[in-house]
């Protein structure tokens, strides 16, 4: 039987417990807000001893399963002041599922100020004070913790902007090929700074397989998953190709693509650093334009991105931070774009809070529009070493518009706002306003079926359609989020039949339960409406599920569109 | 009349980026698509002066039409 691993960093005591029954059915996103909800107080300081930290593996974690290998990440967030959950690739997720880790859950706060790591084995985490790698960049921890515990050690860690307790740090996910996955958004990092813990390490030996109920019909339905992933043009081809930045020029063209800190819709420079570009530079120079963040991935979105001596540089370059760095900060080239991702990978602190942030920066003047230089000094010489500036710029977007005195900040519920201009996006601006995570595309990818032509197709110039479509999409997400399942399987989910069955096959099949379409969708409904309940214990109600008032006021070009729903529109949300 | 014809991700293989076209009054955007060699079945986003098109609508001079494979991300 699964078991939950419970560390106090108070007392410095760690617990085996049996997982609870009504915890029993949960994984991933809806575990982890299941236990933030009901053992943090919503109004607690997120870096107080009271806050939790919980990873969870997703239900379908550990088996054969394609693309199921996500781990979750939990807590009150100190970015958004709400309930956060961010999941990412990367091989901690599968080798705790097969330990038979249910979820891990880290309390208190060390009383003095020794730092710690854990190191968690089948037999449980022991807690052991940390010296030797404090202050490191991630890289340098998972080399030297794979040089003190082995090469095929699983490692989560913390960089600089985590030991700082930066709201812009990330968690780290060791990934196959001994690079970072992110926990990325709201702030995470620095809850696990506030524990006082650098990196936990993960020993497989003694792993088993996952213990699957029925063997036979699961394999029947992994095959038919596997192969509508396959089949399907997005996750079949698409993304394998030009990954996740394809979308610059698509976004371009649509005149979505939010440039020079969200005053307009396209970027000159657009093909320079568009996902074609990319392309054609990482197979000139000898890079990898496919590979996946964790094994069993068969879509394979992410890369591995070459310097022009073929030296590698970064990998998992994705859309939303090269659309930052890029259209939003005006850099054009996508070498200075490139070294700033695997800074901030180094560093710790979310690729998409800084990107947007950076736009922030250069509005306030502290850096001109198009320096990817400066972006590159900035992080080196300031938010890496932790200055007074560096602070304020390691808070991430808001935090910059607070302290700079700037009004055009792009922020939900203080997170910073996507890749997909919601002026003429509409469908993702109701998502960006609602979800319980602050702004966020993937809790509810309108995209999809504003923009890509999958699931069907909603105008995103017209207000028609848009609550509902990115309800729809919040529930499915959330549930799928729970599975461990990479949320691009909702591609071919949104337009192949044969999908989503299967992919509840999987689940009845490795449980032995009989779940239905309408018990995912009510899963689905449960996880949103307990994260929106803490939400509204810790004081984030209806007034903040507002976009910023500079997209009502500020016709965006080239379609002069304005984000122009009514708070009662944008409450009808929450009508489910 | 004359469009300017936009190709993106694996339509452009073999073909161009960006071109000027001459067309016929009354052409649509299928005749486009077939002219390039392209099959209807291919094209996932038909983008026409940027906002979505169908393969029937039809050209006027002066318009931007963008074909995209479907692609997509994320
Ligand atoms: S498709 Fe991309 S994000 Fe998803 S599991 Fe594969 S590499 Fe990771």
Redesign the interface.
Known sequence: MDKIFRVNMTDLTTKIEEVPAAWAGLGGRGLTSTIVAAEVPPTCHALSAENKLVFAPGLLTGTAAANSGRLSAGAKSPLTGGIKESNAGGTAAQMLAKLGIKAIIIEGAPKTGAWYNLAVSANGVTINEEKELLGLGNFAVIDAVEARLGKKTGVLTIGPAGELKMTAANISVKDPDSKIRSHGRGGLGAVMGSKQIKFISIDSEGAKAVTIADPEKFKTAARAFSKALLDH??SG???P???????V??LN???GLPTKNFTTGQFEAH?KIS??TMYDTIVARGGKHKHGCHAGCIIQ?SQVYHDSEGKYVTSGFE?ETIWGLGADCCVENLDDIARADNLMDDIGIDSIETAVMFGVAMEAGILPFGDGKGIIRLLTEEIAKGTALGRVLGGGAASVGRTYGVTRVPVVKNQGIPAYDPRSVKGIGITYATSTMGAD??SG?T??TN????GG?V???KKDGQVELSRNLQIATAAVDSTGMC??VA?PALDIPECLPALIDMINARFGIALTGDDVTNLGKYILKTEREFNQKAGLTNVHDRLPDFFKTEPVA??NAVWDFTDEEIDEFWNF | MKITLKLFATFRNGRFKVAEQELAEGTDVRQVVLSLGLTEEEIGIVMLNGRHGELDSKLSHGDTLSLFPLVGGG
Not at chain 1, 241 to 247: D, E, I, K, Q, S
């Open positions: 043009p997005v081809e698409g993304l190709t030009y990954g996740t930045n394809v979308l020029n698509i063209e649509a005149g093909d996902g074609e979105c859309y595309h993937t990818y995209i999809a923009i890509l032509n999958v197709y105008d995103p110039l949320i691009f591609f080239p379609h």
